[in-house]
């Protein structure tokens, strides 16, 4: 089993860059692909990206590829999401998410088996 707590979720302006950490406790992390959704006020759940479990594959939303990077660090049992500059429509609770299963097939909510409870990002114009 995993138990996964996001953090770095917050207030930001247009344009800003913020980075939003997952920390994994449990066992075999490194087995896990991982990825983050978001939901917005008054919206469905949507995929944002995902990570194998050795990183060396990730997928991400078409609309936010070039401004969000997923990452990991095993050892740390980490997982990172970097989003660079900003929108307000980036406004959303990002949940931390994880399956033993391919990155590919993390793109839906369905094959999620853990998830964290969420950080409130707020981005305002």
């Known amino acids: 089993q995993l138990q996964l707590v996001e953090t770095g979720g917050g207030p930001a302006q247009a ?9 994994a406790s449990g066992s075999a ?31 991400y939303a078409d609309s936010l590829k070039g401004r969000f990077t997923i990452s990991r660090e095993n050892a740390k049992k980490m997982v990172y999401l ?21 990155a590919a097939r993390l793109r839906v909510d369905s094959s999620v088996e853990y998830w964290g409870q969420g950080t409130q990002v707020t981005v305002s114009s």
Do not use: H
């Open 15 to 23: 344009g800003d860059s913020l980075t939003l950490s997952c920390e």
């Open 82 to 102: 970097r989003m660079n500059a900003l929108k307000p429509e980036d406004t959303a609770v990002y949940s931390c998410a994880a399956a033993l299963a391919f």
């Open 29 to 59: 992390f490194s087995s896990y692909a991982m990825a983050w959704f978001r939901q917005a006020p008054g919206r469905e759940r949507e995929f944002v990206a995902s990570i194998s479990w050795s990183g060396e594959t990730t997928y």
